[in-house]
T-cell receptor, first 113, second 113 residues
Framework: SQKIEQNSEALNIQEGKTATLTCNYTNYSPAYLQWYRQDPGRGPVFLLLIRENEKEKRKERLKVTFDTTLKQSLFHITASQPADSATYLCALDVSGGYNKLIFGAGTRLAVHP | DGGITQSPKYLFRKEGQNVTLSCEQNLNHDAMYWYRQDPGQGLRLIYYSQIVNDFQKGDIAEGYSVSREKKESFPLTVTSAQKNPTAFYLC????????????FGPGTRLTVT
């Protein structure tokens, strides 16, 4: 079965540093991968989408890479701020582009002043 | 003010009772989804609908039912057959199925005792 792994331990970093979160998957070749941000008690908010033929995507301070050989995506937040503290979820399309997603459990990021 | 609304925010029910969770969107999206989120786990897909009057089971549909009589509305009924109904329920929508971001509602926390 498809499996998505995100680091279950919280990531603690100092303000201004770059946060790097990892998403590993097995047993599937997704057409694309998405990253979402979720704050406690709230619904996830979409951040970035990267397709299988794209190596890297950027949006402001965010960068996502997608290595289909390693079956891994890395999510980077540069110049991190305390307001970036949240749980970040990765999600894979498992329906060949029909938007049926499987979500990882998420990694909690805490940015300290 | 466009978006997805879910009501109520918190819901309490006694075991053995069916309960219906509301989800409404005014984004003119064709596709709608229901997810369940438990502590330490990723979002799991319950049901999804690509178009009015059509819906498909997700990965954990047992004990749940849905309807899609209007484009804007996708209510979820948690039946007494659902063995562990206490969870955080999230509704989402996307323009259509395909490579599109999903927009999430604020969620309903259901507690069954």
């Amino acid at each position: 079965s498809q499996k998505i792994e995100q680091n279950s331990e919280a990531l603690n970093i100092q303000e201004g540093k770059t946060a790097t979160l990892t998403c590993n998957y097995t047993n599937y070749s997704p057409a694309y991968l998405q990253w979402y941000r979720q704050d406690p008690g709230r619904g996830p908010v979409f951040l970035l989408l990267i397709r299988e033929n794209e190596k890297e995507k950027r949006k402001e301070r965010l960068k996502v890479t997608f290595d289909t050989t390693l079956k891994q995506s890395l999510f980077h937040i540069t110049a991190s701020q305390p307001a970036d503290s949240a749980t970040y979820l990765c999600a894979l399309d498992v329906s060949g582009g029909y938007n049926k997603l499987i979500f990882g459990a998420g990694t909690r990021l805490a940015v300290h002043p | 003010d466009g978006g997805i609304t879910q009501s109520p925010k918190y819901l309490f029910r006694k075991e053995g009772q069916n309960v219906t969770l509301s989800c409404e969107q005014n984004l003119n999206h064709d596709a709608m989804y229901w997810y369940r989120q438990d502590p330490g786990q990723g979002l799991r897909l319950i049901y999804y609908s690509q178009i009015v009057n059509d819906f498909q089971k997700g990965d954990i549909a047992e004990g749940y039912s849905v309807s899609r009589e209007k484009k804007e509305s996708f209510p979820l009924t948690v039946t007494s057959a659902q063995k562990n109904p206490t969870a955080f329920y999230l509704c989402a929508s996307s323009i259509q199925t395909g490579t599109y971001e999903q927009y999430f509602g604020p969620g309903t926390r259901l507690t069954v005792t």
